[in-house]
């Protein structure tokens, strides 16, 4: 597993990134998947935003959050006073990894695991230096984790302020974690209510450290 290292062009922009992603085979996770996924937004955002990697829409479509997770991701942004069209939008991994249902035709999520989450690090790596936000939210723990090692833990550390070094750069951006947003898709009525709202309640706290 070499590792994305050797695909990721030196000093680049978003744009020229995205280009050299497309034939990334850093991982297995290549294979099997429609495309690389690769961030979208504004290169001078201020707030990036990180996820785990693209489900089955964001697969097909190319582009991150397109599919259920991004509805509510949209919902919540909005609630929350953020224009999601300001934001950097990626995720930890680049590519969809799947199984494929035994009964239909349906590609069921597989969490990537470490070895997938270091080989593409460089590519987030990569987007960190070309963006220089002033704040990472990281979505879920695999972000969380892929960014301030294994041992974080979002149920305890989340909504709280840290920093994060950017290679190449003296000073250090904010970083904040949170939930995914498919942690609250899975949940119903009043669960789901008190989940929405404290996802909301960390993206007006995040909002609110790039203001
Ligand atoms: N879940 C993610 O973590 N990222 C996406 O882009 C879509 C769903
Ligand atoms: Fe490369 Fe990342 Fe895709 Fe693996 S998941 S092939 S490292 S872009």
Redesign the pocket.
Known sequence: QPGAQEWVPDGAGIAELRRAARSCEGCDLYRDATQT?FGEGPEDARLFLV?????DM?DREGE??V?P??RLLDEALEEAGIDRSGVYVT?AVKHFKFTESERSSRRLHKKPGRTEVVACHPWLRAELAAVRPALVVA??ATAAQALMGPRFRVSTQRGERFELTLDGSEEACGFLATV?P?SIIRLQGEDRAKALAQFIADLRTAAAAVD
């Open positions: 996924v996820g785990e990697q693209p489900g964001e991150p959050f599919g997770a991004g995720n979505l879920g995914h498919s």
